[in-house]
């Protein structure tokens, strides 16, 4: 073994190079090809996923907020403003609202970056009971939402809104809802993506037109229908068309 | 008396530490954005979205600058011999047949490999994740998936490096060399065979 820098079997085969550069075209590719096989793969090690739960993001779920901190939740101040073009503007505290008449759902949260929460179990209210006192007027035609968390905002015409499973949410898996879902109350759109779905909800106004939301004025479609917006082309059963047009649902007389 | 012999220039340890500061500071803010138990407990989330923003872009600049400022030969030699897999190299890693190593040992060589290969995916899927937020032509179903999983496997690199390093009483001596840039003659020649035959 002499002399080895000059008299080497062989010269070393450059594999470093080969790995760097599988690694990072497979990587690269898997932006084509990764949610594809997650999805087939993923339930096959949601075994060992449950087992690591307490150190992953809970059930899937990724936290976004847009400002400096999440809002927080005072039970004795929150209050829900109905207004707009409404009749009589409606103020709800808190157990105003939990003594509506309860709504139960299961649900699937879809995020348009592409992660997914099965089955989630919501408790709140339908938006026609918490209508039910505020009486719009004709020329309301959408609902504007409006976030504790300033300058969010989001809208749906009012035939996205009575899609039947639209609600607005106080609980989460029999859980209060917790402060990074939105605490006290979102809404819930499951055939939207979650941009959609607002959190810390303080006010609904209802509106002659819908606008662009939050991330709607950073170029995100208006209308978020999961599998056929953003880019997206379905691969799932196409979400019922709304064809409710008028105020008419929202009163219960 | 213990002899030592340097292993690591202070280009070299620099460019380690560089490396390892804003791997460190990346997944602290990484994991204060992504476990919602976190997210609360450090309410300043736009703070470490820009921290984790700027030290991402930053990372390959840094180590660069170290390259230029420091001893880019030594840099490039070393580079190519974490490049380069002999016969040695190969037999090393099919498990159970030792073989006599350089300066790097196989696994060190895989791993220097991966790593850079991370910092790319990194970056890439990191930008994407920035840009998509931005304008959506950027946005793909799978950018989340990928930034996620680099930084799993990342993660997975990183307790086996530090178990080498700090824990594994065969290995950890190895710490000397990339903290004082010496180790001891002895340890070189049982571990590093090849490096002192070779006498660089």
Redesign the interface.
Known sequence: ?TD??ND??????????????V??AG??S??????SL?GRVSHSVSPIASELAP????GG???Y?V????PTFDRVTWRLKIGGLVETPVSLSYDELRALPRANQISTFHC????TVQNVRWGGVRLSDVFAHANPLSQAHALQFVSAEVPYVDYLTLGQSQLRDVMLAYEMDGKPL???HGAPLRLIIPEMYGYKNVKWLKGINLVGAAGDGYWEQ????RDAWVGRS???TSEQAPPPTPTASSYKGFVTR | MTRYRRRFSRTERAFHWVNALAFFILLGTGLALYLPSLSILVARRPLMKDIHFWTGVGWIPALLLVAVLGDRGGLLRTARDLDGFDAYDVRWLRLGRPAPQGRFNAGQKVNASLNAALIVLFLVSGLLLWLGERDTRFRFASTVLLHDGVMYVALALLVGHMYLAVIHPATRHALRGITLGTVSEEWAQRHHPRWIDRGD
């Open positions: 073994m080895e820098m080497a079997p062989e010269s070393p085969k450059r594999y470093g190079r080969g790995i760097f550069l690694t990072v990587g690269v898997s932006l084509a090809w990764g949610r997650w150190f992953l993001p809970k779920w990724r936290i907020t400002t400096g901190s999440l348009v970056t592409g992660w917790p402060q990074e950073l170029g995100y479609d953003n880019g997206y």
